[in-house]
């Protein structure tokens, strides 16, 4: 691209903002306004730039955060790089892409997962059980995925919204990944009843555990 300064990308990003994008992220507790197809064709036109993605960081833009993401080199970050880029990720989706184009291609992302499950600040939390998810579905050996439960039964019901998603989201990969788990977590989705009226478009899975459980159940045999 012609101009790659940060003045340059800003005012590319300036250029894709859509105000309606925005109007209706904002009603989900998001409050990027760039579509998200364009943002990364910018990205891809950029290519890996770490020293740009630093300072699209720092602007606190979330349009500019997303981007940096999709620009940045994950090992070009520390530990606690990552945590703190996580407790000032302002919103869901910059957090969601900070997690998969980030925290899950590092080295400190186990560490991570580890210390943020037990944070006090439910967001963080959340991105504990994010990354535990990703665990439980492609490296489930030496968890404990009956201790997990215990957790998700004592304390899913009560959780803050996002937290409280996290945990679900767990609840139902442990079902769907381990058999001989699957009659308590479907037990404990029912008895939680979580996210069981949640309003789900036709040809959605719904959220709520013991259906999400049996519906990808299905779909593998």
Same mark, same amino acid.
């Given at each position: 691209m012609a101009d790659a300064t940060l003045a340059g990308v800003r005012a590319r990003l300036a250029d894709l903002d859509d105000p309606k994008i925005r109007a209706v992220n904002e009603k989900h507790g998001d409050d990027h306004s760039v579509n998200l197809g364009k943002l990364r064709a910018l990205a891809k036109e950029l290519k890996a730039q770490p020293d740009l993605a630093l300072e699209l960081w720092r602007t606190g833009d979330t349009n500019a955060r997303l981007l940096a993401l999709l620009v940045a080199r994950p090992k070009q970050f520390g530990r606690d790089d990552l945590d703190r880029m996580l407790r000032e990720a302002g919103t869901p989706k910059v957090q969601d892409w900070l997690l *998969?184009?980030? *925290?899950?291609? $590092?080295?400190?992302?186990?560490?991570?997962? #580890?210390?943020?499950?037990?944070? !006090?600040?439910? #967001? #963080?939390?959340? !991105?504990?059980? $994010?990354? $535990? #998810?990703?665990? *439980?579905?492609?490296k489930p050996d030496g968890l404990d995925l009956s201790g997990l439960l215990d957790v998700i039964e004592a304390e899913m019901k009560a959780a803050p919204d996002r937290l409280q998603w996290a945990m679900n989201h767990c609840l139902a990969q442990i079902g769907i990944e381990h058999p001989g788990l699957r009659a308590r977590a479907i037990g404990i989705g029912e008895r939680l009843g979580v996210l069981k009226d949640y309003p789900t478009p036709p040809n959605c899975t719904s959220p709520y555990a013991p259906v999400w459980i049996a519906e990808m159940v299905k779909r593998q045999a």
């Amino acid at each position: 691209m012609a101009d790659a300064t940060l003045a340059g990308v800003r005012a590319r990003l300036a250029d894709l903002d859509d105000p309606k994008i925005r109007a209706v992220n904002e009603k989900h507790g998001d409050d990027h306004s760039v579509n998200l197809g364009k943002l990364r064709a910018l990205a891809k036109e950029l290519k890996a730039q770490p020293d740009l993605a630093l300072e699209l960081w720092r602007t606190g833009d979330t349009n500019a955060r997303l981007l940096a993401l999709l620009v940045a080199r994950p090992k070009q970050f520390g530990r606690d790089d990552l945590d703190r880029m996580l407790r000032e990720a302002g919103t869901p989706k910059v957090q969601d892409w900070l997690l *998969v184009n980030i *925290v899950k291609k $590092t080295r400190h992302a186990e560490e991570l997962r #580890v210390a943020w499950l037990d944070d !006090a600040d439910p #967001v #963080v939390a959340s !991105a504990g059980w $994010t990354l $535990t #998810v990703d665990r *439980v579905a492609k490296k489930p050996d030496g968890l404990d995925l009956s201790g997990l439960l215990d957790v998700i039964e004592a304390e899913m019901k009560a959780a803050p919204d996002r937290l409280q998603w996290a945990m679900n989201h767990c609840l139902a990969q442990i079902g769907i990944e381990h058999p001989g788990l699957r009659a308590r977590a479907i037990g404990i989705g029912e008895r939680l009843g979580v996210l069981k009226d949640y309003p789900t478009p036709p040809n959605c899975t719904s959220p709520y555990a013991p259906v999400w459980i049996a519906e990808m159940v299905k779909r593998q045999a």
